[in-house]
Structure formats: C-alpha cells, structure tokens
C-alpha cells in the first residue's frame, strides 16, 4: 500500500507564508504527477497546483503566489504559499500518481493525503 502524509498547515495572517509538505510511502515504483487540491466550506475540490516531471500548472487564483515542487529522491511534494489572503483558507489535500508493480504489471494508482487545515485571518 501507499500513504500519504501532509504537514505544515496552520493559522496565519493575510500576508503571510505556509509550506506544506506532503511525503509518499510504501510501495512506490515512481511518481509521475504531483497535485494540491484544496476544499473550502461548502465548496468541491478544486485543483490549486500540478507539477509532473516536466511541467507546473497553477489555478489563476494562486499563480505568482504558490509554487509546488518536489524532490524526487524522497517522494515529496511542497507547495510554498505567500502572500496569503482569506479566500485561501480551505482544507488542502496532496494528491499523487504513483506507479506501482503488481504481480509484475506495472499499474497506475492516485492516493490522497488526509488533508491538512490552513486557515488565513483577515
């Protein structure tokens, strides 16, 4: 099996930073593809930021302000928030495309953290 484990959450005020992390274990072959989701009181999941071997994408609400990366060698993910405001408060989930062998069968499976609470005070 595969886990996932957030940190890094937390209250700060508007104008502030946060980095989450997120860390992989278990039965991992690789990784292809990053993302950090997040969920707001009575809102979905939306898709805050993606990052694959080769590429990033953001949502617009958080471009120049998020940057997701991630270190291979630990099966980890980041994502760096700055300037934070209160329309970023939300439950932020890591989600992962991990590649694993079953019965010698290479098979892509997506896990998802347990989420982690980040809240911004005006």
């Known amino acids: 099996q595969v886990q996932l484990v957030e940190s890094g959450g937390g209250l700060v005020k508007a104008g502030g930073s946060l980095r989450l992390s997120c860390a992989a274990s278990g039965s991992i072959f690789s990784i292809g593809a990053w993302g950090w989701y997040r969920q707001a009181p009575g809102n979905g999941r939306e898709l805050v930021a993606r990052?694959?071997?080769?590429?990033?994408n953001y949502a617009d609400s958080v471009k120049g302000r998020f940057t997701i990366s991630r270190d291979n060698a630990k099966n980890t993910v980041y994502l760096q928030m700055n300037s934070l405001n209160p329309e970023d408060t939300a439950v932020y989930y890591c989600?992962?495309?991990?590649?694993?062998?079953?019965?010698?069968?290479?098979?892509?499976?997506?896990?998802w953290g347990q989420g982690t609470q980040v809240t911004i005070s005006s």
């Open positions: 989600n992962a495309i991990v590649t694993r062998t079953i019965m010698g069968d290479f098979r892509e499976y997506s896990y």
């Open positions: 990052i694959t071997s080769g590429s990033t």
